[in-house]
């Protein structure tokens, strides 16, 4: 296992070699060189835009509970891939706890989508208290370290939706 500072940055044919990576890239968002945990982020964000009028809302919630599965199973392979046990570079964690932040916020605005973006980019990177217990206790590579990809996420999202509900409620 590498560490991540010194794992090698993936490239389109690395992407292209295998479905998982192709997910757990963010269908190419992952691939930026500057903060690819944003790009993903935004990319979430643009695509639960166009998403979204063409689902109900149990039907997204189908799609964000179908997509932590298979996310799941891409984040492994691919970390497992690039022997590193969370790369940078991975994105579909992102994703996922975005179009989950979106689906509990929506209707909004512009405003209450950006003030949601910032939260959990927010959470997300600096990982204070529940995100970083999240993060340090399911480290590693096989499954766990997949779930572990993707649960950190999750928390910063549910971190985001406490802030955005104690803000609607005063």
């Known amino acids: 296992m590498t560490d991540t500072a010194d794992a090698p940055r993936p490239n389109a044919s690395f ?3 295998h479905p998982a990576h192709f997910i757990a890239l963010g269908f190419g968002s992952g691939l930026s060189p500057v903060a690819p945990g944003t790009a993903g982020t935004l990319w979430a964000w643009l695509a639960y835009l166009v998403i979204q ?12 509970a179908a997509s932590l599965l298979v ?5 492994t392979v691919t970390a497992k ?3 590193v046990a969370d790369p940078g570079s ?6 996922v706890a975005f179009w989950l932040i979106l689906w509990l916020v929506m209707p909004t605005g512009l405003a209450g989508q950006f003030a949601a973006f910032v939260l959990f980019r927010f959470f997300d990177a600096v990982k204070p208290g529940p995100v970083a217990w999240a993060d340090q206790h399911f480290k590693g590579m096989g499954a766990r370290g997949g779930f572990g990809i993707l649960f950190d996420d999750i928390v910063a999202a549910f971190c985001s939706l406490l802030v955005i509900a104690v803000w609607r409620f005063w």
């Open 71 to 75: 996310g799941w199973w891409a984040c």
């Open 53 to 64: 009028p063409w689902l109900s809302t149990a039907q997204m919630g189908g799609l964000i």
């Open 15 to 17: 992407l292209l070699a």
């Open 81 to 83: 891939n690039l022997a």
């Open 90 to 95: 991975i994105v579909w964690d992102e994703v």
